[in-house]
């Protein structure tokens, strides 16, 4: 199982998209980029997380079928790991991707067992949310992320760096590996939320400086930072109640156009309508 290597164990991580137009090809084609990163996560298990512009498409849950209908090889059962379940969306097909994979969940084979794993349970969708037992995994004390960096990646870091990340963490181990990246990305979403707030001219400057077509990957980085900034501001107990509802309103309007922005979409005009969404709101 370390070396991701048992032949029962089945895990789906959020991939490119296949291109092909042919579905025999695109299942192929995903089990090729599925094997492809396996083969780099066992060369560095201390991996961050997906590809922004990666998801589960049709393409995975037509393989994650394939792999369900198969017999266990060595073990009684075997195992199915959705990772970053989040990242199933409900864009152009991958509504019958949710929908193949609510085939699965709602009569799964009796020696299976299905694990989805996410870092924002309530972005999964409801439909199949509902399907599942939720399982919280609490955060860390500061000593264990501590341990954690002095063990694997001390070599790199001083003492400053070290205490500088477990601040960071806030608990979350994951977090240390790409501290500064998750940094820049909520600064950069304060930024255009500041923006927002600070009425149309300025938000419509921000927003014809974002890329456009070719940049699609940092405009989602964009939109999973103001939702880090709102999350946050929900988890501060000083925030009041009428704020909190304000900051929900807020946080669904952006997880919206943070679904649209798996398609086939231009950031800028995606950026212009939601911060003109976001002036209302917030």
Request: aromatic share 4%; net charge negative; with cysteine.
């Amino acid at each position: 199982m370390l070396s991701l290597s048992h032949p029962d164990l089945h895990w789906f991580i959020p991939i490119p998209r296949p291109k092909s137009g042919d579905a025999y090809k695109q299942v192929e084609q995903a089990k090729e980029l599925l094997a492809e990163v396996w083969e780099e996560r066992r060369g560095e298990p201390l991996y961050g997380p997906p590809d922004r512009m990666a998801s589960h498409s049709l393409a995975s849950a037509r393989l994650l079928q394939q792999s369900v209908a198969l017999t266990p090889y060595e073990g009684s059962r075997k195992v199915v790991i959705i990772g970053d379940a989040e990242r199933l969306i409900v864009q152009e097909a991958s509504q019958e991707a949710a929908n193949a994979l609510l085939k699965v969940l709602e009569e799964p084979p009796a020696d299976t067992v299905f694990i989805a794993t996410a870092a924002d349970p309530q972005s999964l969708l409801p439909t199949i949310r509902s399907r599942l037992v939720p399982i919280r995994i609490g955060r860390v004390g500061d000593e264990q992320v501590r341990a954690f960096l002095e063990n694997e990646i001390a070599e790199s870091l001083d003492a400053e760096e070290i205490d500088r990340r477990i601040a960071l963490a806030d608990g979350c181990i994951g977090r240390t590996l790409h501290a500064d990246r998750d940094s820049n990305m909520a600064e950069s979403a304060s930024r255009m939320l500041a923006a927002i707030t600070a009425g149309p001219a300025e938000w419509a400057t921000a927003a014809m400086g974002q890329a456009s077509w070719g940049a699609r990957g940092d405009f989602t980085a964009l939109l999973d930072g103001m939702s880090l900034v709102l999350r946050s501001e929900l988890a501060t107990p000083e925030t009041s109640t009428e704020r909190k509802q304000t900051c929900l309103d807020a946080l669904k309007r952006v997880q919206e156009t943070r679904m649209d922005a798996a398609g086939n979409i231009n950031p800028q005009l995606a950026l212009a309508v939601l911060a003109g969404d976001l002036e209302k709101i917030l």
